[in-house]
């Protein structure tokens, strides 16, 4: 299928009158759809109105045109629903990768009904605050260790009735499965898995369901096209791959390879491979190749080395194209950092991330509070004003527009000058000059601002730390200033 690799290749498929419909110009839509910063579906009504057989197969060309080399598959239902794939490239900073990696976390169903609603508790209100937003768990994995349809109803009706997650469900017994989707009716959950041996009973509730299906050959990555292929050929649309599960140090670098060829070859056009592929680090548990034995010290030494690589794969994996994920770890320092390496692998390159640039109040402030400003990106701005709450500091913090750049970036770029700062007080609507002391603080790496702003402004200023984390102490020593 041929793919858009610039504008032109579906300039000639926009209307002539381009921007009386969407408001801007025709190569202006084309550049926007090719880069992703527009949908096709946001236009669809506009572009097939008047609805002709012109318009139709206009549009059908640049759906072709326009579609992500790795299909998207979407899994769960309402709010929480989660989309997999999308993507178009190897590298993240060639465009952007897009549909962050969401983090499924495994129960079984011969768990403890207290032990499983507590498991369950903490995956569905885990978050955490990061850059102006708060990361979550997204996903729950249904283990059926018992083999038993109806304790596997059971518990996946337990996690109906206390979780909204999308859930995976993990059998590759085709009659417990077909009471697993029973039960998960009309939540659209993701079946693991189907394989060679059980290829058509899965196909069949795959389809009558209408649910995505993992397809797994063990880490062949030729079984695995060959089981994509049937599937196709049956009528499944809705595939996500298994690359394998290394638990060994030698499996988990193949498996790491397979991730890469997987994705090379589906941007190479390879149709059978153009799917979106789940990563399993959860089979680090099984690193040893036994059950925990000995003593209390020496389980858990065992399930710490366990933690251990199950966090380096699956932070590995989410850089090399997992789009999905099951782990079991769920203490806090097997977390963050899966959450956190999703949030920035999948934030635009092309778009700094930014708050908007206002006057913000910290605590109570009032007339004699201090003033202070930093820059809108959002990894400055949040350091800057957690620093300050957490310290119980009552101010006014101004965040200056500097188009998502930090301080010193930006005052040794130019976007951060004394006009600009200027201009950013005058757009939020705050008077310095109406202040008791009208004394403006400055970030320490924008100290070179501070004879130009005293004289564009007509006020005093003080330079503050180069590290806000110091912020607290220098106020207690520093204001109100002496006069």
């Known amino acids: 299928m041929r793919k858009a690799k610039s504008p032109l290749d579906v300039y000639m498929y926009l209307p002539a009158d381009s921007e009386k419909r969407f408001g801007k110009s025709k190569m202006a839509v084309a550049t926007d759809l090719v880069g992703r910063k527009m949908k096709l579906s946001e236009i669809k009504d506009a572009f ?67 032990a499983l609603l507590e498991r369950i508790q903490k995956i ?29 109803g059971k518990c996946i009706q ?92 030698a499996e988990i670098g193949q498996t790491f390879l397979n991730f890469i060829r997987i994705r090379k070859a589906a941007l190479d056009g390879d149709s059978d491979l153009a799917f979106p592929m789940i990563a399993l680090p959860i089979a ?30 699956a932070t590995a994996m989410t850089v090399r194209y997992a789009d999905l994920m099951i782990i079991h770890g769920l203490e806090p320092y097997e977390i963050l950092p899966l959450v956190h390496v999703t949030k920035m692998i999948y934030t635009d390159p092309r778009t700094p991330a930014s708050v908007e640039p206002k006057m913000y ?49 930006a005052v040794a770029g130019g976007q951060l000058t004394p006009d600009v700062v200027k201009a950013g007080f005058e757009n939020s609507g705050f008077d310095l000059q109406s202040t008791t002391l009208q004394t403006l603080i400055l970030p320490g790496l924008a100290a070179r601002l501070q004879t130009g702003l005293e004289k564009e402004m007509k006020i005093s200023t003080l330079v503050g730390p180069t590290d806000s984390g110091r912020l607290s102490k220098w106020l207690l020593e520093n204001w109100p200033p002496k006069k």
């Open 158 to 249: 337990t996690i109906l009735s206390k979780s909204n997650l999308p859930l995976v469900l993990c059998t590759k017994n085709p009659t417990v499965m077909r009471r697993g989707l029973e039960e998960s009716l009309g939540q659209k959950p993701l079946m693991y898995a189907c394989d060679q041996k059980n290829r058509m009973e899965m196909t069949k509730l795959a389809l009558e369901f209408e649910v995505p299906v993992v397809i797994s050959a063990g880490g062949n990555l030729d079984a695995l096209k060959s089981l994509s292929a049937a599937l196709q050929k049956d009528g499944v649309s809705q595939i996500v791959l298994d690359p394998g599960a290394g638990r060994t140090d």
């Open 361 to 409: 109040k910290i605590g109570n402030p009032g007339p004699d509070s201090p003033v202070l400003f930093t820059t809108n990106f959002a990894l400055t701005f949040y350091t800057v004003e957690s620093d300050l709450a957490s310290s119980n500091i009552d101010c006014y913090l101004l965040s200056v527009n500097t188009g998502g750049l930090g301080v010193e970036a």
């Open 48 to 114: 097939l109105s008047p609805d002709t057989d012109g318009a139709k197969r206009d549009f059908q060309a640049l759906s072709e045109l326009l579609e992500p080399s790795i299909r998207e598959i979407h899994i769960g239902a309402k709010e929480r629903q989660v989309t997999l794939g999308g993507d178009d490239v190897m590298f993240r900073h060639t465009l952007s990768f897009y549909n962050k990696t969401p983090i499924a976390v495994d129960v079984w169903d011969t768990m403890p009904e207290d």
């Open 284 to 313: 680090s548990y099984g690193k040893t190749g036994k059950k925990h034995q000995g003593n209390g010290e020496k389980r858990a030494e065992e399930s710490a080395e366990a933690a251990y690589f199950e966090t380096m794969v």
């Open 124 to 152: 569905q209100t885990f978050r955490k605050f990061y850059v102006g937003d708060f990361l979550y768990l997204d996903m729950i994995a249904v283990r059926c260790v018992s083999n038993d349809p109806d304790v596997f």
